[in-house]
C-alpha cells in the first residue's frame, strides 16, 4: 500500500541547498525537469512524539557523530550548536547554505531503519 515517503525541506535559497545534498553529502539523485533535484535518502524511520501543537523536524542520522562533524566541517559546513548528550544520543544541529537547520544525532536506541 504505501512504498516510500517524500520529505520537503522548504529554503530560501533551494538551488544552493540541493548542491549541498548533491556535492557535499553526496546523495544520488534524479532530475524532475529544469534541474529539480530529488534525492534518495538514507534508511530512513519516523517517530511520533507529543507536542502542544503540531509540527514535523528533519533530523540526518550518522554512526559517529564526531567523526561526521569533522568531516563535514571540512567541507565547509557551520554547525550551529554544539554536540550535546541526550537520553537517546548525541545531537548537534548543522546549517544549511540556504539558511535552514537540519537536526543531526548518533542514537543510542536500536535503530528501525534496519528492520
Partial sequence: MINGAHVIVYSRDAEADRVFFRDVLGWPHVDAGGGWLIFRLPPSEVAVHPAGSPAHELFLMCDDLDTTV?????????????????????????????????????????????L
Avoid: C, I, M, N
Avoid at 547554505?97 to 542514537?107: A, C, I, K, M
Fill in 70 to 114: 569533522r568531516e563535514l566541517t571540512a567541507q565547509g559546513v557551520e554547525f550551529t550548536e554544539p554536540a550535546t548528550s541526550v537520553g537517546w544520543g548525541l545531537k548537534t544541529v548543522l546549517r544549511l547554505p540556504g539558511g535552514g537547520e537540519l537536526g543531526l544525532y548518533q542514537p543510542r536506541h536500536e535503530v528501525a531503519h534496519s
